[in-house]
């Protein structure tokens, strides 16, 4: 079955404790992306990879990391954790050039940070 | 820089009635590509529907059509014979076929199907 998925699905940290969500798709896809989801804002993305080793900050990358060191791998990292950061926070994959550019989500990962 | 208005935060509707979502958008690229996502309580986004700027025909998908007037920039979802599943939050997005490679999303619209 095709999917993004993503882990952990919920994660409660304190401020400044470094943490990673992971992100892996099956399909093959060479674009990816991270967003995070906020009431009243709808989803904004953080950063994105092109392909291994490219990837470029979306609207909101202050306080992320990434990595893009295999195909189907697109981790997000927290090095210190701020409560600002506290938020729902999607990963995606699409085919770059694909016909209708549809970006495939994975099912979220809601992170509460104290 | 892009930008999707929802000016519908919430919208209340009888099931089995058709509804419409409302969607603006404002780029100055002749290139682009709306779509709709639905999220249901759970959390998921699930792809709905896309337009192309390009394309001539409004899209369907089943119940979903997209009405796209693209002189008034606007891109609305209508849902036809409306179930009481349909109750959930729904994003219309563009993006740009050429340029940064992401998706803009409006701030969503959260639909109640009253049985």
């Known amino acids: 079955e095709a999917q993004v998925t993503q882990n952990p699905r919920y994660l409660i940290t304190v401020t400044g404790k470094k943490l990673t969500v992971t992100c892996s798709q099956n399909m093959n896809h060479e674009y990816m992306s991270w967003y995070r989801q906020d009431p009243g804002l709808g989803l904004r993305q953080i950063y994105y990879?092109?392909?291994?080793?490219?990837?470029d900050k979306g609207d909101v990358p202050e306080g992320y990391k990434v990595s893009r060191k295999e195909k189907r791998n697109f981790p997000l990292i927290l090095e210190s954790p701020s409560p600002n950061q506290t938020s729902l926070y999607f990963c995606?994959?699409?085919?770059?050039?694909?016909?209708?550019?549809?970006?495939?989500f994975g099912p979220g990962t809601r992170l509460t940070v104290t | 820089a892009q930008k999707i208005t929802q000016t519908q935060p919430g919208m209340f509707v009888q099931e089995k009635e058709a509804v419409t979502l409302d969607c603006t958008y404002d780029t100055s690229d002749q290139s682009y590509g709306l779509f709709w996502y639905k999220q249901p309580s759970s959390g998921e986004m699930i792809f709905l529907i896309y337009q192309g700027s390009y394309d001539e025909q409004n899209a369907t998908e089943g119940r979903y059509s997209l009405n796209f007037q693209k002189a008034r920039k606007s891109a609305n979802l209508v849902i036809s014979a409306s179930q009481l599943g349909d109750s959930a939050m729904y994003f219309c997005?563009?993006?740009?076929?050429?340029?940064?490679?992401?998706?803009?999303f409006g701030q969503g619209t959260r639909l109640t199907i009253n049985p």
């Open positions: 990879s092109m392909n291994v080793e490219v990837t």
């Open positions: 995606a994959s699409s085919l770059y050039l694909a016909g209708t550019y549809e970006q495939y």
């Open positions: 997005a563009m993006r740009l076929i050429q340029g940064a490679q992401k998706l803009v």
